[in-house]
């Protein structure tokens, strides 16, 4: 027999006992001591269970404890093994091409000698001044950029450097190395298999986990290996062992059971005894008092107060209908609880949670999802989370709903009101909560709307978004009473932003807001900066009279051109819907593309944090990695998508990420998220510190020729399909093909991809080449190879 069925049990008799009590006037004592003895039986009973109980958990602590410190010795002698094993294979490996460039210092036929003395060398490559004019090679394994950065820094120093994992993370990754054959004159580039010095290792923990990671700098770092797996919510023990002359290092971990007070189970069992006995002598003193109490009662003959028996106390009525809860569907199941309609399992998307109001998008749904969310923020251990919304009319509504389902786990709610995205994550920093959820839909039509969300830090994304779908449907949802308060955040957001960026020559810059939420912040935020600003759509309206909110479009930047053109203003702005994301026309109505702005960021970032990564997506132009290679930094192209980019900026650690679509990510002098507003002043700020026109400034960026994305539009589910097979089957020998978020091909004067969208069923596409003549007949190609795969498809290209 467990506690809990023991405690039942005797609960039943005691509640007997009252009823007779009760019922019975005559004999009032008598029964009232029956009841006195069951009550002294649980309260000595539960004494000893609670005694034993902690006994037995102290116990269990303190094995876990000694479990933990036993695997975390055994892992460092594991990893001091593999630091030893990598570094003696790289010396070897070095070994093998250095005395054979030793020998023949002079010779111009150095790469065959090396290639037929090492076989397994992947690529031999002989390098001469000046480096600075070598173009890279996409076909594997070319020279890529990265190799550049390498050649470029071994010119400047005349010393060899660390070797470096290329590609890490894909199929193809290899090990580089770069000797000086001739110093200031030739050098000769050696890669191999990353087999070499990694050999493949099986390796399994309980509990812990041991990694091995590449660094760049002190800002960026990728994991190459990774045995075992310790959940990043939990208390760990973390050691880091660096393997001389390189970049890499073993990283190993291993949960801790407990810690503090717990940890020190001995003590912990002491306190628990003693505890046990402290709760028996009260109980037997109480007993006491209640007999002698009864005794003049019974003495005095007092009248017996009415009691109600328990089991005759009706249930309450349910109030949720006036409480802001949501409406009542469904049947009852075995427990008597009304069960709400499943949320439609198709707003769940690839990076965030986006559906049609009153469709797909209840406010059911959006209440269950609430509780979702609250229910994995608590288990994180956070209690706190901020809301916000956008501009939509369905906003209030949902909004509502969202915090009565974040209340009804326990969370308590801080409504910030209705403020653009980025105000909603600065608070998540600002009120140091780590999570906050975004009510918005973003730039989709009016009668859309949805959820991104942020928990503990991290963004919520793939398998982590349709995990809160399974939450529901499984109703593993836990109860509480949270509380919401409102807040308004607005001026901390302008005043931080403000007392940071600050213009001297006062530009005039026209910003066209679409009538979404940024109308609220974006005028004024850029006047406290230094701006004077000609607002454009700035009155926030749900229904979007003038254009759609989606700067990506150009033709939803028409009214902005020709207000540019009528007005004596230096640069236009404009902001999507809930302002994350950033478009930008000069005064002659140019268009400036976001991977071109992304180039003008990252050269001033990296002016800043030389040697730092910069994370841009596939739908990025060509010319963006070389120009941040040349600026100094470390190019890393990453699949589409705001949680996406942000998860991987936190992997990393880079200093800056952008996308095609116009997100902007700083992680230096910001926070890591996206904000047009913000992205919006740090260019001005850029463009401030120039003596250029912004127009010259954007012009002595590279440039090319390049279509918008076109879509190829599909049933539900059927361009993932479609995009499996064309994957299998599509072939472009002359090109290096990138397969992170659909297929890009990057030829010698251009490149195509074809990629999933993660929020509508369809297939994007776009191209971009150095000319014209390239750009047809990289179309073409991807035409045919489309075509092949499926004849009915309606190209726009």
């Not at 008092?289 to 005095?300: G, P, Y």
């Not at 288990?379 to 969202?402: F, M």
């Not at 529901?472 to 509380?483: F, K, M, R, V, Y």
């Amino acid at each position: 027999m467990d506690l809990k069925e023991l405690l039942t049990k005797l609960r039943a008799k005691l509640n007997k006992a009252v009823d007779e009590s009760a019922e019975d006037g005559t004999g009032a004592p008598q029964k009232a001591r029956k009841l006195v003895k069951f009550e002294d039986e649980m309260q000595w009973t539960s004494a000893f269970l609670v005694a034993f109980a902690c006994s037995l958990f102290f116990a269990y602590i303190f094995k876990n404890n000694w479990e933990s410190s036993r695997t975390l010795s055994k892992l460092e002698n594991q990893s001091q093994a593999l630091v030893e094993s990598i570094q003696d294979s790289m010396q070897k490996t070095r070994q093998l091409a250095a005395s054979i460039i030793v020998e023949n210092p002079n010779s111009d036929d150095i790469e065959n000698i090396i290639k037929t003395q090492i076989p397994q060398a992947l690529r031999v490559t002989r390098v001469v001044e000046p480096v600075d004019t070598i173009e890279p090679d996409p076909v594997f394994p070319g020279i890529n950029f990265a190799t550049l950065d390498m050649l470029k820094k071994t010119s400047e120093s005349q010393t060899e450097q660390l070797p470096e994992i290329h590609l890490y993370g894909q199929k193809n990754q290899y090990l580089n190395y770069v000797y000086i054959q001739k110093p200031e004159t030739s050098y000769v580039v050696v890669s191999y298999p990353v087999d070499m010095i990694i050999k493949e290792q099986r390796m399994q923990f309980s509990k812990s986990e041991m990694s091995l990671i590449q660094k760049a700098g002190s800002r960026s770092s990728v994991t190459l290996q990774r045995w075992g797996l310790v959940d990043q919510n939990l208390d760990r023990l973390d050691a880091q062992i660096k393997i001389p002359d390189s970049h890499f290092y073993v990283n190993y971990t291993v949960q801790k059971s407990f810690s503090g007070l717990f940890s020190l189970s001995l003590t912990g069992s002491i306190i628990a005894l003693l505890s046990s006995l402290l709760l028996a002598a009260a109980t037997f003193l109480k007993r006491q008092k209640r007999l002698e109490e009864l005794e003049v009662i019974k003495a005095s003959q007092v009248q017996e107060a009415v009691y109600v028996p328990a089991s005759k106390i009706g249930k309450g009525k349910d109030l949720g209908g006036d409480s802001g809860k949501p409406k009542q569907l469904g049947q009852e199941d075995v427990t008597g609880k009304v069960k709400l309609k499943l949320p439609d399992k198709s707003i769940f998307k690839a990076y965030d949670i986006r559906g049609i109001v009153d469709e797909t998008l209840t406010s059911d749904a959006v209440y269950q999802i609430g509780q979702a969310i609250g229910t994995e923020n608590i288990n994180r251990g956070r209690q706190s989370i901020v809301v916000a919304r956008d501009g939509r009319l369905s906003g209030p509504t949902l909004l509502k709903s969202l915090i009565n389902g974040l209340q009804s786990t326990g969370c308590d709610v801080i409504n910030i009101g209705a403020v653009p995205t980025g105000v909603l994550y600065f608070s998540t920093h600002h009120l140091e909560t780590g999570s906050g959820v975004m009510l918005t839909g973003s730039h989709n039509p009016a009668n859309y709307n949805g959820l991104k969300i942020m928990l503990d830090g991290e963004t919520l994304a793939g398998k982590l978004i349709s995990n809160l779908y399974d939450m529901i449907a499984s109703g593993n949802l836990i109860s509480g009473e949270g509380s919401v308060q409102e807040l308004d955040i607005a001026d901390d957001y302008i005043d931080y932003i403000s007392s940071e960026i600050q213009l001297e020559n006062e530009p005039t810059v026209v910003v066209d807001c679409g009538n979404g939420i940024p109308g609220e912040l974006a005028p004024e935020l850029l006047e406290e900066i230094g701006c004077e600003v000609i607002p454009l759509h700035c009155e926030v309206d749900g229904n979007f009279p003038n254009h759609h909110p989606d700067p990506s479009v150009p033709e939803n930047l028409q009214d902005l051109m020709a207000t540019l053109k009528s007005v004596d203003a230096d640069i236009g702005i404009a902001f999507d819907g809930d302002g994350d994301r950033l478009g930008v026309v000069t005064k002659s109505g140019e268009i400036i593309n976001p991977d071109r702005l992304l180039m003008l960021f990252a050269k001033d970032v990296l002016s800043r944090q030389p040697g730092s990564s910069i994370i841009f997506d596939v739908k990025c132009t060509g010319h963006l990695p070389k120009s941040i290679v040349k600026y100094g930094g470390m190019p890393i192209m990453w699949k589409t998508g705001h949680s996406f980019m942000k998860a991987k900026l936190k992997e990393t650690n880079a200093a800056l990420a952008g996308e095609m679509s116009g997100h902007f990510f700083f992680n230096e002098r910001w926070f890591g998220f996206d904000d047009g507003l913000y992205a919006a002043a740090r260019l001005l700020e850029i463009l401030d510190q120039e003596e250029q026109t912004p127009e010259e400034v954007f012009a002595e960026l590279p440039n090319s020729v390049n279509t918008p994305e076109l879509k190829v539009h599909m049933k539900e589910g059927e361009h993932y399909m479609f995009m499996d097979e064309f994957i299998s089957r599509a072939e472009f020998p002359d090109a290096k093909i990138t397969t992170i978020d659909g297929i890009r091909a990057d030829f010698a004067k251009g490149w195509g991809l074809v990629r999933c969208s993660n929020t509508t069923p369809c297939l994007v596409i776009r191209f971009d080449a150095d000319d014209e003549e390239t750009l047809e007949k990289i179309k073409a190609e991807f035409r045919t190879q489309l075509l092949s795969v499926s004849d009915n498809l309606e190209l726009p290209f």
